[in-house]
């Protein structure tokens, strides 16, 4: 099966081209010239005209939570779900986490993973491991998580009794990665000291979704930064931030690696453009907005830009963790730290970040970057994954930059009762998506299948040598 996608502006992150991208079975087999391949005798069965649109290699989203367990309920999207509505948004990969839960084994845990994610993927997908019970058996089997191609271990600062590991723990884990080439991914915020702030704020009858934000400071997630930063420093791990959020957490990170430390950092749209004042939305409306860490002052957000401008910010994923506002965030009516922690958000990275281009603020390279390139290299997936080149699979979205859309629950994919973009209008649209030469979606019709998505075993992070 031959698939040419004609004229259209083929985008990488050093730049543009105008050319044909002529797709064979599963992988993209050449980049010509526009017209080139018309006097070959190259007989193709089926062909886009993508003249006036961009040709990108399909989005990864590094960061989503499928079907995850989260104080006694579940995040609302399975992978069929999740990886449907990624797919009508350009992402084509998702790396999605395995949650370790304290006494297991992390090998049985990504068997878990692997079962419930087989045969109901739309994309491709990958795996990271949370570490929630560091102890000598856990630390062994990374070894084994690696040989499998999950290279990417998160820990959290946060969520003490729960997922939390000490500086201790940190340490151990960080010890093994540097030894063995993993990275550490890090949820970076002080949550011991975090529980003192909500432990007064429930006591002085502060219970509303606001104070999900108000009892972690910016502050706490810099202080959990930069001690991160300092552990990895001294046991020589590469370190991942996820989900950064904060002007002071950037500063640590900006710091860190102009002193030419391994230290790497991602973004999510949310924090580019939803802020603090969102939680106090009325009639418990903000607690659609509850996530760790919190949504910010805006005065954060031209920070965050510069990051993603100067590669202080490598990567923007979602942090894709949808809980519904019936039956799900109400379960914290009256007492905001039973809200369950997460935000929809894997069908609109790409067009919300798009509006970065369209307002000045990052280039088209650069939103190919951080959309698909660097979340390549960064896990280990470059180049099967993130560049339209010979040999690559052929992940394709046609994204027509002048269309114009409305973000709302009435017409998103994804399993979730409410939009947390709604009424956003978005200049640009995702036109065709090919999964590895499948048409998956095309002019607003889907064509993808559960099943089609297959586990990518992912290298070590490609930075590091
Ligand atoms: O609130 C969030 N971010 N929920 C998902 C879990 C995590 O910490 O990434
Ligand atoms: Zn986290
Ligand atoms: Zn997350």
């Given amino acids: 099966m031959r698939t040419l996608i004609r004229g259209g ?4 992150s050093t730049g543009a081209v105008t050319a044909d991208v002529l797709v064979d079975g599963e992988t993209i087999a050449a980049v010509t010239a526009p017209g080139m391949l018309a006097g070959q005798n190259v ?9 006036g649109k961009y040709v990108m290699p399909g989005g990864i989203d590094a960061h989503t939570h499928m079907e995850m ?3 006694g309920t579940f995040s609302a999207d ?25 006494g297991s084994s992390l090998l049985s845990t990504l068997d878990n993973w692997h079962e419930k994610a087989d045969g109901d993927c739309a994309v491709d997908y990958g795996f990271h491991m949370i570490v929630s019970d560091v102890n000598d058996a856990t630390l062994k089997e990374m070894e084994s998580c690696v040989a499998a191609g999950v290279s990417s271990f998160k820990m959290f600062m946060a969520y003490p009794g729960v997922f939390y590991s000490t500086d201790g723990e940190i340490l151990r884990a960080m010890n093994k990665a540097a030894d063995i080439g993993g990275t550490i991914a890090m949820h970076a915020e002080n949550g011991i000291a975090i529980d003192e702030l909500v432990a007064r704020a429930l006591a002085e009858g502060r219970s509303e979704p606001y104070q999900h934000g108000v009892t972690r400071p910016p502050e706490l997630e810099g202080e959990a930064t930069s001690r991160a930063i300092t552990l990895a420093k001294v046991t020589g791990s590469p370190l991942y931030i996820v989900h950064l959020s904060a002007a002071q957490a950037l500063s640590a990170v900006a710091e860190a690696r102009d002193e030419g430390q391994n230290v790497f950092a991602e973004t999510c749209p949310q924090y580019l453009y939803l802020s603090i004042e969102d939680l106090g939305k009325p009639d418990f409306g903000g607690a659609k907005y509850v996530a760790s860490p919190p949504l910010r002052e805006k005065h954060h957000q031209p920070d965050l830009w510069r990051g993603l401008r100067t590669n202080d910010l490598s990567v923007v994923s979602t942090d894709h963790c949808p809980f519904c506002f019936k039956d799900q965030k ?3 009516r009256g007492d905001f730290t039973k809200i369950p922690n997460g935000m929809p958000g894997v069908e609109h990275r790409i067009d919300l970040l798009h509006q970065g281009v369209v307002a000045g603020e990052i280039s088209l390279a650069r939103w190919v970057e951080a959309c698909s390139t660097t979340p390549a290299r960064m896990f280990g997936l470059y180049p099967r994954k993130g560049v339209i080149a010979p040999g690559a699979d052929a992940d394709i979205v046609v994204y027509d930059p002048a ?10 994919h994804m399993n979730v009762d409410y939009s947390a973009y709604e009424g956003m209008t978005v200049t640009g649209r995702c036109e065709t998506v090919l999964s590895r030469g499948s048409v998956v979606v095309d002019r ?6 559960a099943g089609h998505g297959r586990f990518l075993e992912r290298d070590l992070c490609q930075y590091l040598n």
């Avoid at 269309?403 to 998103?412: G, K, M, R």
């Fill in 444 to 449: 607003g019709t889907y064509h993808g299948r």
């Fill in 78 to 102: 399975t992978f069929e779900t999740g990886t449907r509505a990624a797919a009508w948004g350009g992402t084509t990969t998702i790396i999605d986490f395995a949650v370790q839960p304290k």
């Fill in 9 to 12: 502006t083929v985008l990488s």
């Fill in 69 to 71: 367990p989260f104080g």
């Fill in 403 to 412: 269309a114009e859309q409305t973000i709302s629950a009435e017409t998103h």
């Fill in 330 to 332: 109400e379960l914290g």
């Fill in 43 to 51: 007989e193709v069965d089926t062909e886009f005209d993508a003249t």
